[in-house]
């Protein structure tokens, strides 16, 4: 029970090799327990997390938030579907990768209204059709209503893209 509170994305397989027994006594233990399953764990965690966005509405953020800690950092995911790719080779677009890392580096920051301002960013290798991202952003400076935010994103095996943005707090005139 501990694990799955602390990890809520762990799966049947991962508790079951976790606690060394087998995965029929996972999911048995866990329907007894009224543990739900980890994609109605990780939709509860992504529910909750959307709550906590202030700075931009929650229908514009690219990707699914997972995670937010407001003004510090957050996590998104973005499945790789066939909208997203290029139909003669099956490779993602670079803009949609692109958009869900700006989309959380906004979401991080704890103002009523914020811009990208500055981007470096970095395609590391091709994205296929199929793949999940997981976006981690985390704010590493802040100067006056500037804040230096660092997106580094993954697929299952290896960082695929990496992004510095400047992200300008703007305020309401």
């Known amino acids: 029970m501990r694990q799955v509170s602390e990890k809520p994305f762990l799966t049947d397989e991962e508790l079951a090799k976790l606690l060394e027994v087998s995965i029929q006594t996972?999911?048995?233990?866990?329907?007894?327990?009224?543990?739900?399953?980890?994609?109605?764990?990780?939709?509860?965690?992504?529910?909750?997390?959307?709550?906590?966005?202030?700075?931009?509405?929650?229908?514009?953020?690219?990707?699914?938030?997972?995670?937010?800690?407001?003004?510090?950092s957050g996590i998104s995911l973005l499945k790789i579907t066939e909208e997203m790719v290029f139909s003669k080779n099956q490779i993602a677009k670079g803009h949609y990768i692109f958009a869900q890392a700006s989309s959380l580096a906004v979401a991080v920051i704890n103002a009523p209204m914020a811009l990208t301002g500055v981007a470096n960013i970095k395609h590391k290798v091709p994205v296929k059709l199929g793949e999940m991202l997981v976006a981690k952003a985390e704010i590493i400076r802040q100067r006056s209503n500037k804040f230096f935010v660092w997106v580094k994103t993954r697929n299952d095996k290896e960082e695929v893209f990496r992004a510095k943005f400047i992200v300008v707090s703007l305020t309401e005139s």
């Open 26 to 72: 996972i999911r048995l233990d866990r329907m007894e327990l009224g543990i739900p399953e980890v994609r109605e764990r990780i939709r509860k965690v992504a529910e909750e997390a959307r709550e906590k966005v202030t700075t931009i509405e929650k229908d514009d953020l690219v990707g699914e938030l997972i995670d937010l800690q407001p003004g510090r």
